[in-house]
Structures are given as C-alpha cells and as structure tokens.
C-alpha cells in the first residue's frame, strides 16, 4: 500500500532518479529511505514502528492521500496543454 492509500513509505533507491523520491518523500513526512547499502534489519524495525505510530507521519500521509481523491487529472493535463498552446 503507497502513500496514496494513507501509509507511509519506506524506500530504498537503486538509482538517482529514486533517490529524489525518496528524499520528497522525508522532505513531505511521508515516509524514509535507506541506502540499500547501509540497511540493516535492526534500523529497519526501528523505522518501520516509528513511521507507523508518528502522528506527524500518519497526519502527512491521510493528506496526501486526500489530495490525490481530489486531484482531478484529467482537467490538469488540458488546462497545461491549453497554456502551452496559448504561448
């Protein structure tokens, strides 16, 4: 389940394209990243029951999980279209 469903995400990027998700994602409280090289079990276990008992994280993660209900993506993309063709 993704943070578009309410919970929180844990990511572990393989390449730099994943890693500035990941780090939105802290940046948004929606979640963590480890480097996979870094990881270990222990840090792990430590993160995963932090992430899910934080009121702050599980406050950030229903929020967005209500934006992405609203967002409306289809009306985005034409008016984005209708500015690009206007200039």
Do not use: W
């Not at 990881?39 to 029951?49: E, H």
């Not at 599980?58 to 934006?67: D, L, R, S, Y």
């Amino acid at each position: 389940m993704p943070a578009s469903c309410g919970v929180p995400l844990i990511a572990l990027p393989a390449h730099a394209n994943q890693h500035f998700y990941a780090e939105a994602l802290v940046r948004n409280r929606l979640g963590c990243f480890f480097r996979p090289s870094r990881l270990n079990i222990d840090a792990l276990v430590t993160k995963t029951m932090f992430l899910l008992n934080d009121s702050i994280t599980k406050g950030a993660t229903q929020n967005f999980q209500q934006k992405l209900t609203r967002y409306n993506q289809k009306e985005t993309i034409l008016k984005r279209i209708e500015e690009l063709l206007d200039r």
